[in-house]
């Protein structure tokens, strides 16, 4: 298989920055496709932690080129600091392995303060980053948007950013927050812009003159902050499916390839929205604390439950999964049982998926199965020879229930500790 799609199957914060470090050993160009500085990776490459936002996890292997696709919202600023980061730690990251998409939509100051202002404003807040990502893609969506590929005419993007400025200003109207003036904005621009530049490629040329190279297309956060078909309001500005792999790099669809679901084997979700099997007791408590689970990019504490098999397989069947790999396992060792959500009652109906209608998410109520935990340490483990029995039952009732086959296995943050049932690329 010549390209692989990674994407998250629960609310992000799987794990996928770990296994696309991985995949990528084995591909010529590791893509992000969607998102923006909201999302976060964190890679731990002997026993060194590498955290990364725009860039793709790729950006780490030598010899490989790494693409930012139209798809991902740029904060200028936010990208070179990222860059100049891990050049410090000797990292390369040139234009020789780094291609940004000229087309991509870029954040502007402005945009962190409209979404301040609106985070509010909606649904008494969604629990967004504040990093101005859905400004962003609102812009682009109205075709105010400015892109890396204005950033080489200033008068242009002079014209343009004052309309932009002068759209959003009756939103700062009697407000006493400060707001980036248009000057302070074009000299941020001007600062960056040449810089930028240097990466900024026509990203679908790059592609069509590589045809049979292996591609491995990296997403943010998860199906169900899908702006179409997750838990709306409460996701992500930006289309989180595998599709948006192919329209954001400009390649055919059929070049999506084999679609990896990476799939958390308990549940976490940040910020607001429905979470029926979040357990908001001792039980989450322990969960989190025993996964570290606080966000890369905002350090902000996850909210917890157990494996949602309605969630996850509603989930591959919209995204197209092929196979899925299951992290963190080794969270779970230490519980002598191990619920999994596998159905929904609401007002003393069965569901068998979850509904897209608030006021029937409000009502849900999980229905558990119980399993019998392992006791016994998964970590590190490279083989299923080296599995408690009981922890592999674990995973194959997973199968079951989510109609998908396990492909990969992780069982540390650590880059090699992986089983791998099935090498996506092969």
Known sequence: MSSVTVIGTQWGDEGKGKIVDWLSERADIIVRFQGGHNAGHTLVIDGEIHKLSLLPSGILRENKLA????????????????????????????P???????????????????EKLQEQALYGGIGTTLRGIGPAYADR???????????????YLRKRLAALVDYHAPLFANKQDKVPSLQEMLETLEEVASRVLSFAQPVWKLFEGRRHAQILFEGAQGV???LDHGTFPYVTSSRTVPAEAACSSGVATRRVGFVLGITKAYTTRVGLGPFPSEQNNDTGERLGRLGNE??????????????????VRQSGIIAGVDGIALTK?????????????????IDGEHWTHLPPHPFLQARIEPVFETMPGWLASTRSARSWADLPAQAIKYVRRIEELIHQPVSMLSTSPEREDVIVVRDPFF
């Open 67 to 94: 693409v930012i696709a139209s798809g991902v919202v740029i904060d200028p600023q936010a990208l070179l600091q990222e860059i100049d980061k891990l050049q410090a730690r000797g990292v390369k990251v040139s």
């Open 96 to 114: 020789d392995n780094l291609v940004i998409a000229e087309n991509a939509s870029l954040i502007l100051p402005i945009h962190r303060c409209i």
């Open 141 to 155: 969506a109205a075709r105010r948007a400015l892109r890396v590929c204005d950033l080489a005419d200033m008068a």
């Open 224 to 226: 169900q902050l899908d």
């Open 294 to 311: 606080f966000g890369t990019v905002t350090n902000r504490k996850r909210r917890c439950g157990w494996f949602d098999a309605v969630l």
């Open 329 to 345: 396992m080794d969270v779970l060792d230490s519980f002598e049982e191990i619920d999994i959500c596998v159905g929904y009652r």
